[in-house]
């Protein structure tokens, strides 16, 4: 049963347009969710995230969607760069007590072609 | 601040064999999670360890232990290895296992022959 899920396996954007990478979640229970990019032979790299209380998160050309009432959260990377090529994975986690982990999608590969 | 670093980076083992993968957090933090990424599963969340205790655990057998030691760094053991078993280990760490950003090391890619 997959809680996160990012539908895409890729995208293709040009250099300059927008990049917009998209996440569903099927648990009413989480309340916080991050972006992470993560490039071969590293590990994920954290991006950005938003609390539950919120519907939007900016940081630079970074900005995250949150849209609660359709378990949806999207990425939008304006303008997108080709250092931007990368697997994204959209993450989620729920508030419960001190028990933490993240819930993680399978992952957008985001190529971003000069 | 050093990152998050893990040992060894990339590891060839056996069926039948086990295999002790190694985790430093970065300096101050005091929660460990670990998890697995393969192809097909993308990030799957193993076990989280937060003073020397595992408070949380993922849907993995047995074989599959961690543990933490008393300066924070952190061990995961795969016992009785399986083809399957071939993957990136990914640890990451933050302060306290609270909702704060979780640090990823660079992995350790085991293959299982």
């Known amino acids: 049963d997959q809680q996160v899920k990012q539908n895409s396996p890729s995208l293709s954007v040009q250099e300059g347009r927008i990049s917009i990478l998209n996440c569903d979640y099927t648990?009413?229970?989480?309340?916080?969710f991050l972006w992470y990019k993560k490039y071969p032979a590293e590990g994920p790299t954290f991006l950005i995230s938003i609390s539950s209380i919120k519907d939007k998160n900016e940081d630079g050309r970074f900005t995250v969607f949150l849209n609660k009432s359709a378990k949806h959260l999207s990425l939008h990377i304006v303008p997108s760069q080709p250092g931007d090529s990368a697997v994204y994975f959209c993450?989620?986690?729920?508030?419960?007590?001190?028990?933490?982990?993240?819930?993680f999608g399978k992952g957008t590969l985001l190529t971003v072609n000069p | 601040k050093a990152g998050v670093t893990q040992t060894p980076r990339y590891l060839i083992k056996t069926r039948g064999q086990q295999v002790t993968l190694s985790c430093s957090p970065i300096s101050g933090h005091r929660s460990v999670s670990w998890y697995q990424q393969t192809p097909g599963q993308g990030l799957q969340f193993l076990f989280e360890?937060?003073?020397?205790?595992?408070?949380n655990k993922g849907n993995f057998p047995g074989r599959f232990s961690g543990r933490q030691f008393s300066n924070s760094r952190s061990e995961m053991n795969v016992s009785t290895l399986e083809l399957g078993d071939s993957a990136l280990y990914l640890c990451a760490s933050s302060l306290v296992g609270d909702q704060e950003t979780q640090y990823f090391g660079p992995g350790t890619r085991l293959l299982v022959l």
């Open positions: 648990n009413s229970m989480f309340d916080y």
């Open positions: 360890y937060f003073s020397e205790t595992q408070r």
């Open positions: 993450a989620a986690s729920a508030q419960l007590g001190s028990n933490y982990k993240l819930t």
